[in-house]
């Protein structure tokens, strides 16, 4: 018989056990839900995914306003982080945190709120409200009143800025209270390492920062009477902000944390879209995204006011068309039509959410090339915050229920068109478009509409949320 001698190399076996048993943690912080992601190290597959509702909107005696609790949504965070096997957690390489934009929180910086190995920010005036990008306390008046920004990115009701120079004018007090601000994901990454550094993207979006210089525009704020202690340090992404103060669910200590980033740019990220691709998400707003290199293809203010030009990863830029107008608009017509259910002596909750959405469109696609139109910017949009929504073109033969749901669904995709427009996507040789966000992947009339009004193929990414990119993203800060 012949001896068949195998040489094992244990080095390379151990290592590609480590590959396998090392994760990243993705985290996303939106609007409604908190999500969390295990994603493998190499490859990027999606081990374990988790959500946690955040909870319902403060009371607040501010007209307008629009309030969520920040120690809640620690406690949200945390309650969906451990959600995760145990085991997995204590293979975590690195965090990669993003979120909802715009909106700002602010807190003291005396000790960060890991403390015992868990999150808590409960302590009396250790930090204040979450002001999101849905707030609306800075009226028309207020933002005309403020100095123009030299970019691209107009400063709108609900971003960060805005609201610091509200506070500065109408609440100095409540403002004086605090000595540190940034978005809910800053205050998160700075809980954890007890570093406060503000990506590009998130600086970006909360106006008055220029992402060609790279630096906030500090004499414009001046003039705004925003104190300027309150801007933190920018970084480019992705970023180490820090390291984990101390072993967290099974984390270990000084696993890289990196720095929080914007929602719809890891999103975005995570499709993997080229440069002849648009990506189009659909969740509760809607955003359609062009990725680019070229500088001379930033959009000019004044002529495309529906367009922004905002970081992205590594130098490059997205060019944003922003909807307020997405998800939310379904839901609220739902909302209107249970309203009405009720006025008639109907108890709706007879007929589950899901079934009442299924008819919508069901009964969409029996009319989805109705006469009937509707332009649903039923909250403006950002660019025409004074725009109302509008119903136009009924006629005795064309308000069925089928046709009231064609329309509306038409009317979500007709508006995102004309905010990006076809000569845009021509100028970036966009050839298809890359569809996500849990709203449009369950919705077939929206996919309709879309392929229809855009004249291009829609690719469904299954599978593509902001936590997998936040993940992806940070994986060059993986510890060994």
Known sequence: TETIIVEIDYCVLIQSYCQRMAYLLGIDIGTTTVKTVLVNAVGFKVVEERSTPIGDHLKSSIPNA???????????????????????????????VCGQMHGCVLWNDGQPFLRGGNLRADEPGSCGVLITWQDKRCSEGFLASLPPTITSVPVSAGYGCATLAWLQQYSPDDLARYNRAGTIMDLLVWSLCGE??????????????????????????????????????????????????????GIREGTPVGVAMGDMQCSVYAAQPSHTDAVLNIGTAAQIV??????????????????TDVPYFSG???????????????????????????????DHKMIGDADIYERLVACGAEKWDTTLCVDP?????????????????????NMTFSDWCGALHRGIIQNLSKMMPEEVLLEHKIERLLGSGRTLHKNTLLQRHVTSTFKRPLVLREDVDAPLGAAMAVSKLCVD
């Not at 500090?218 to 480019?236: C, D, E, H, N």
């Not at 608009?329 to 009405?340: D, E, N, R, Y």
């Open 290 to 307: 062009i990725i680019y290199t070229d500088h001379s293809l930033r959009s000019n203010q004044l002529s495309r006011q529906s367009l």
């Open 316 to 346: 490059d830029y997205a060019k944003v068309a922003a909807s307020l107008s997405g998800g939310n608009v379904i839901a609220t017509f739902v909302s209107m039509l249970q309203g009405w259910l009720g006025a008639l002596g109907i």
């Open 377 to 397: 910017v039923w909250w403006g949009e950002r660019h025409t915050p004074e725009a109302k929504g509008s119903v136009t073109n009924m006629t005795g033969d």
């Open 66 to 96: 629009c309030e969520l609790s920040a120690s809640a949504i620690l406690v949200a965070v945390e309650r969906c982080a451990s959600g995760h096997s145990r085991a997995a957690l204590q293979h975590v390489r690195s965090i990669g």
């Open 196 to 249: 406060l550094k503000m990506s590009e993207q998130n600086a970006t979006s909360w106006g008055y920062y220029d992402p060609v210089c790279k630096k906030w525009e500090v004499s414009t704020l001046l003039q705004a009477r925003v104190p300027t202690k309150f801007l933190p340090p920018t970084v480019s992404v992705p970023h180490r902000a820090g390291t984990l103060l101390m072993d967290w669910l």
